[in-house]
């Protein structure tokens, strides 16, 4: 990304404002995810090697880690997190911590920033959950029109238990020009990725028969179909497909995890939404479900009368 300040304070602020605009009522947004608010970063221990207290506490920080995911912004706008630090770090309202890991929010420089794009916007740093996000703030922006019903503070927010946004009908053409505003012109695939890919596949696929001394179906797919199937992509299609990938994963996720959030066990809930999404993923579990339906279908309905 080759933009500078005052080209990344215009895309930010442009898609700020249409979600501001877009809300029906306000909602608090995560700022900026640190590397250790990772939900996928924490491993829930196998029963047996460990006491049950150790496994209830990594599963209870995991479910925690992923309900404030939710309320990430940056993946509101779709960006990857590397892209969505360049921006803010470009928009200067970031800056690299340079004694420490990650980055540091700038305050001041949030606060002056919603006065310059005119919105009604609120930023406030919190401490909470220490035993699981340490004593770090985690910084949030107020987004959305200030309804009867609205949050005074992320605090509030969250003991409500309202971690997801609101839905928003047109969030896709929104990114979409976030990403057309903050593209520095390289295509993907580029040039280069034309040319080199055969030879990084080719790498890829003879290192993986030397270790391993099979070839598996996903490694002749890669072997023989995914460069010409790469190579027929238009320039540029590779981020929209990355896109709609990421959105339907979190789609789908969301929809399991919304199945059994009801389960007041921590654990219990853990274990029947690994095995909802092992069956979603299984074909042999998806092929058996089919088999099942076709067979004790009843056929189609016919209204009809009583004689």
């Known amino acids: 990304m080759s933009i500078n300040q005052s080209e990344a304070k215009n895309a930010l602020g442009v898609f700020i404002s249409s979600i501001h605009k877009s809300l029906r009522t306000s909602f608090w947004y995560r700022v900026y995810d640190h590397c250790s608010d990772d939900p996928d970063g924490v ?7 460990v006491n049950n207290d150790e496994r209830r506490e990594a ?7 992923g309900d404030l995911y939710l309320m990430s912004f940056r993946s509101q706008t779709g960006l ?5 630090i360049e921006l803010l770090v470009n928009a200067g309202l970031l800056k690299k911590n340079t004694t420490s890991e990650g980055y540091r929010v700038l305050l001041s420089k949030w606060k002056k920033y919603f006065s310059e794009i005119d919105i009604d ?3 406030e740093g919190s401490v909470f959950f220490k035993s699981v996000c ?3 703030k985690r910084y949030f922006i107020r987004i959305g029109p200030k309804q009867s019903e609205y949050n005074q503070n992320v605090r509030v927010q ?3 238990g309202k971690y997801a946004p609101p839905r928003i009908q047109n969030i896709r053409n929104l990114r979409q020009s976030l990403a057309n505003a903050i593209d520095d012109g390289q295509e993907n695939p580029t040039e ?9 596949t080719d790498t890829a696929v003879n290192a993986h028969f030397a270790l391993l001394r099979n070839k598996t179906p996903k490694v002749h797919v890669a072997e023989e179909h995914a460069v010409a199937q790469y190579m027929r992509l238009r320039p540029g299609m590779m981020r929209l497909l990355m896109e709609h990938w990421v959105e339907k994963n979190h789609q789908d996720s969301a929809k399991i995890e919304n199945n059994f959030k009801r389960i007041p066990n921590l654990q219990s809930h853990a274990n029947f939404v690994a095995g909802a999404r092992h069956a979603a993923n299984n074909s042999l579990i998806k092929k058996r479900v089919a088999e099942v339906d076709s067979q004790t279908a009843r056929g189609e309905y016919k209204k009809g009368r009583i004689n």
């Not at 599963?59 to 880690?65: A, G, M, Q, S, V």
């Not at 990857?80 to 969505?84: I, M």
């Open 59 to 65: 599963i209870e920080k995991k479910k925690i880690l």
């Open 80 to 84: 990857s997190q590397d892209v969505y």
């Open 134 to 136: 340490g004593n770090s």
């Open 158 to 160: 969250i003991n409500a």
């Open 121 to 123: 916007a609120e930023f």
């Open 43 to 49: 491993e829930i221990p196998n029963p047996n090697s």
């Open 192 to 200: 280069m990725d034309r040319a080199t890919v055969r030879q990084v």
